[in-house]
T-cell receptor
Framework: AQTVTQSQPEMSVQEAETVTLSCTYD???????LFWYKQPPSRQMILVIR??????QNATENRFSVNFQKAAKSFSLKISDSQLGDAAMYFC????????????FGTGTSLTVIP | DSGVTQTPKHLITATGQRVTLRCSPR?????VYWYQQSLDQGLQFLIQ???????AKGNILERFSAQQFPDLHSELNLSSLELGDSALYFC???????????????FGEGSRLTVL
């Protein structure tokens, strides 16, 4: 089975600064999707951004962007101009493009935003 | 609002009891997933259904069972409850079985189960 690793259990960032959360994954497949989900204190899981492996261009959603390095099997999330509302647990997830739609989640990174 | 509805939001019960958690997927979604999240832990995949059929099973205990009904709603049954079953139980849905297309998961707000 594929594995997703988030090596930073906790991170902190000053408000308005930039922070990068790391994610690596292990797969033998070439076609897959990667996701970052945010879980704020409300505990709701919210999709932040997605990346398709066959697309070279890094995905961007407003202040959130990814650095997708396919050869290195790395998928980091960059949050620019951090806001207090960005404080949350962030989960990286992998899904194969083959049928079945199995998702593999990392263990999460808890982000604290310091005012 | 993700469009996924879970009930109840909170549930407190005693050890040895049985509870049922309910999930209505987003309109049009055929796949339903159940996840368990214990305090300050990651997501444990329990089980996946697609259009009424079980598709994948994760770390689901034998005391737990689930099903997906013809109207696509799903129920997770937890029996002979133990203290360690206290957790947040998430339901998520997706359009189909993935393949091409993002097929991301849309999560409900979760059902928080406390076993005393």
């Amino acid at each position: 089975a594929q594995t997703v690793t988030q090596s930073q259990p906790e991170m902190s960032v000053q408000e308005a600064e930039t922070v990068t959360l790391s994610c690596t994954y292990d797969t033998s497949e070439s076609d897959y999707y990667l996701f970052w989900y945010k879980q704020p204190p409300s505990r709701q899981m919210i999709l932040v951004i997605r990346q398709e492996a066959y697309k070279q261009q890094n995905a961007t959603e407003n202040r959130f962007s990814v650095n997708f390095q396919k050869a290195a099997k790395s998928f980091s999330l960059k949050i620019s101009d951090s806001q207090l509302g960005d404080a949350a647990m962030y989960f990286c997830a992998y899904r194969s493009a083959k049928g079945g739609n199995q998702f593999y989640f990392g263990t999460g990174t808890s982000l604290t935003v310091i005012p | 609002d993700s469009g996924v509805t879970q009930t109840p939001k909170h549930l407190i019960t005693a050890t040895g009891q049985r509870v049922t958690l309910r999930c209505s997927p987003r309109s049009g979604d055929l796949s339903v997933y159940w996840y368990q999240q214990s305090l300050d832990q990651g997501l444990q995949f329990l089980i996946q259904y697609y259009n009424g059929e079980e598709r994948a099973k994760g770390n689901i205990l034998e005391r737990f069972s689930a099903q997906q009904f013809p109207d696509l709603h799903s129920e997770l049954n937890l029996s002979s409850l133990e203290l360690g079953d206290s957790a947040l139980y998430f339901c998520a849905s997706s359009v189909g079985l993935g393949g091409r297309g993002p097929g991301e998961l849309f999560f409900g707000e979760g059902s928080r189960l406390t076993v005393l």
